[in-house]
Every structure is written in C-alpha cells, then in structure tokens.
C-alpha cells in the first residue's frame, strides 16, 4: 500500500457542507469564495482590511478582520462618533469567512442601516482547530479592538470615529454562540474604557442532548446537529450539554452577561428556534441586571437575511436591529 497517498477513509461527513477523512483532511462544499474589501457605491460603505493577531497561539498565520466605515464618516469631528459593532460570522464553526460575498455583502448593509462602524472578525475553523479556537480568536479580537479607546490603537478608522462607550457585539448561528461567549467573557474581564452596550445574537447554534419546547425528535435531525458540534469539539465530556453549545445547562454564568441588552432573533421554520427561545427565558430568570427582548420571524428558516437580503422580512430585521444598536434609553 502507498503510504503516501492520501487516505479515502471519511471521519465526518456532512454533505453538503463540508467533510473530514481519517487522515485529517478537510473539504469544505460551501463557503471558500471571498471578496476584497472594496468602497460599495450601493450602500456608501467602505472597507478595509487589518491583521489583529500577527501571530496566533498555535504559531500559525496571522488572524484578520474586515473593518467597515460609513462614507462621510470622515466629516465627523471627536465630539460625533459613531456607535461600534463587533461581528462575528456563522458556519457551524466549521465554513464561511469574514471575507465572505455572503457576509462583505451583509456588512455593508448593516453598516449603513445602522450607521456605525464595524469589525468583522475571522477566526480559525474547525476541525482544524477545535472549538473553542474560534471563541480565543474572537475575545483577541475584541482586546485588540480596545486598544483603541485611548485613540492611539495602530487603525486610524478606530481611533478616529469608533466610540468605545457604544459597542456591540454581533453574531449570525455559530457567531451568535460566539457573540454569547464574548458577552459573558466580557463580564468578567473588564476591558478599561470599553462599554458593551448590547449584544445581537441572530438565529443562534445552541443545542442539547434532549428536545426542548417544540424542537425537533427527529432521529436524522438530531444525529446531524450533534454530528457538527462533536466535530467541531471534539471532547466527550459533556457531549452537546457542554456549555460551551448549551448556555442553559444547570450551573451555567449567565447571570455574568457583561452588558445592558440582549436582542435574539429566532426564526419560525430554523430548527434551532427553540434553543433561541429557552435562552431567552433563561437569561430572563438567571439573575442578570440587563434586559432582554426577543424577535420571531414567521416563516422563515434559519439565516434567511443572508440567503434573501432584498425580502421585506430581512429588510425589517436590519431596521429592528438598527433601532436596537441607536436606542438612546437607560434599560
């Protein structure tokens, strides 16, 4: 037998998405375009690219995030800053960029629905590098992001017009969880001079070992969602009650949440609706000062804004969620 021909054998296989061999190779179906960050005459958005990790803990190459700003934006003096978004994107930990035309397109939507500035991080992806890669590269994000509160960071666009006392952190599925995870790290490692108002958890991947509320039971259903994360882990110790994927697991540091707001967004056909929804609740009784609104969208499935960005009901989530970002009231 040739040694050095790569194995066939398959690990994980999650058509149409991605798959892994025995021999640790990794193809992924879906995901792989990218774009550059260019000025976009449509939305009046410019972007850009930075490196925010020069060297990540595995020594491995640089981590970046696509940096968006309002045109016109370079009119605004010191005193007329705009509110900072920090998004994380979606993929089951496991596909999709930052730099994606799904996510460069979503970006410069939000941006100027919005009107703030924008990061949007890229991160490792499983399998390669196992959950929680993706949650240490994002918090590295976010410390690099803060130092700029000072205005001598090394990006002038964050020096300039990003007011560090209106930050937002913002995910879609996998970035939710993410964005989750940040807003409680965040709790708890107080960053000088850096205020997260709100967090935007869209749609997000949140799962369990046993149905909660109208979720589905369906064998084939269940066996692909614990498929990913067991993937994407790789640990046995908790399984999909790890709170790592269940942030409603018994013990779990909700209570810590490390802003005043939180909007979730569920859709009424995503099989992750209900995880969407006992999250709310949870947070809701866990303790935690802040408040928490939650939004249905009637027959929608899971990340539909992105798949359809011109319907009427992706329309009213981005001015929802711009409504939520420019909400001057004390919760």
Same mark, same amino acid.
Request: glycine share 8%; with cysteine.
């Given at each position: 037998?040739?040694?050095?021909?790569?194995?066939?054998?398959?690990?994980?296989?999650?058509?149409?998405?991605?798959?892994?061999?025995?021999?640790?190779?990794?193809?992924?179906? /879906?995901?792989?375009?990218?774009?550059?960050?260019?000025?976009?005459?449509?939305?009046?958005?410019?972007?850009?690219? /930075?490196?925010?990790?020069?060297?990540?803990?595995?020594?491995?190459n640089a981590l970046s995030a696509r940096l968006y700003l309002p045109k016109g934006t370079n009119n605004n003096n010191n005193n007329n800053k705009l509110p900072l978004l920090v998004y994380i994107h979606g993929g089951g930990f496991c596909i999709e960029t930052a730099f994606s035309p799904f996510y460069h397109?979503?970006?410069?939507?939000?941006?100027?629905?919005?009107?703030?500035?924008?990061?949007?991080?890229?991160?490792?992806?499983?399998?390669?590098?196992?959950?929680?890669?993706?949650?240490?590269?994002?918090?590295?994000?976010?410390?690099?992001?803060?130092?700029? /509160?000072?205005?001598?960071?090394?990006?002038?666009?964050? $020096?300039?017009?990003?007011?560090?006392?209106?930050?937002?952190?913002?995910?879609?599925?996998?970035?939710?969880?993410?964005?989750?995870?940040?807003?409680?790290? $965040?709790?708890?490692?107080?960053?000088?001079?850096?205020?997260?108002?709100?967090?935007?958890?869209?749609?997000?991947y949140f799962w369990g070992s046993t149905p909660v509320g109208n979720e589905t039971t369906d064998a084939k259903d269940r066996a692909f969602f614990d498929g990913i994360w067991r993937m994407g882990y790789r640990s046995e110790t908790n399984g999909c009650d790890d709170p790592w994927i269940n942030p409603c697991v018994e013990g779990?540091?909700?209570?810590?949440?490390?802003?005043?707001?939180?909007?979730?967004?569920?859709?009424?056909?995503?099989?992750?609706?209900?995880?969407?929804?006992?999250?709310?609740?949870k947070l809701k009784e866990s303790g935690w000062k802040g408040r928490v609104e939650i939004v249905e969208t009637k027959g929608e499935s899971h990340v539909f804004h992105l798949f359809n960005p011109n319907s009427e009901n992706a329309r009213v989530m981005l001015e929802q969620i711009a409504s939520f970002f420019n909400h001057q009231n004390k919760p």
């Amino acid at each position: 037998m040739d040694s050095t021909k790569p194995s066939s054998e398959i690990a994980y296989e999650f058509s149409p998405l991605i798959r892994v061999y025995k021999d640790g190779r990794v193809e992924r179906f /879906v995901g792989n375009d990218t774009v550059p960050p260019s000025f976009d005459p449509k939305t009046n958005v410019d972007s850009k690219d /930075v490196v925010y990790s020069p060297q990540n803990s595995n020594n491995s190459n640089a981590l970046s995030a696509r940096l968006y700003l309002p045109k016109g934006t370079n009119n605004n003096n010191n005193n007329n800053k705009l509110p900072l978004l920090v998004y994380i994107h979606g993929g089951g930990f496991c596909i999709e960029t930052a730099f994606s035309p799904f996510y460069h397109s979503y970006l410069n939507a939000l941006v100027s629905a919005c009107n703030v500035v924008a990061v949007s991080v890229d991160y490792r992806r499983a399998p390669e590098n196992p959950v929680p890669c993706a949650h240490d590269d994002s918090w590295a994000a976010i410390k690099w992001v803060a130092s700029h /509160v000072n205005g001598s960071g090394p990006e002038d666009w964050l $020096n300039r017009y990003a007011d560090f006392q209106r930050v937002f952190f913002a995910g879609d599925s996998a970035g939710a969880n993410i964005a989750h995870h940040m807003g409680i790290r $965040n709790g708890r490692e107080i960053l000088d001079g850096f205020n997260v108002a709100g967090i935007v958890l869209v749609h997000p991947y949140f799962w369990g070992s046993t149905p909660v509320g109208n979720e589905t039971t369906d064998a084939k259903d269940r066996a692909f969602f614990d498929g990913i994360w067991r993937m994407g882990y790789r640990s046995e110790t908790n399984g999909c009650d790890d709170p790592w994927i269940n942030p409603c697991v018994e013990g779990s540091s909700l209570a810590s949440m490390g802003c005043a707001r939180v909007l979730v967004f569920v859709a009424e056909k995503d099989k992750l609706a209900a995880r969407g929804w006992l999250y709310y609740e949870k947070l809701k009784e866990s303790g935690w000062k802040g408040r928490v609104e939650i939004v249905e969208t009637k027959g929608e499935s899971h990340v539909f804004h992105l798949f359809n960005p011109n319907s009427e009901n992706a329309r009213v989530m981005l001015e929802q969620i711009a409504s939520f970002f420019n909400h001057q009231n004390k919760p």
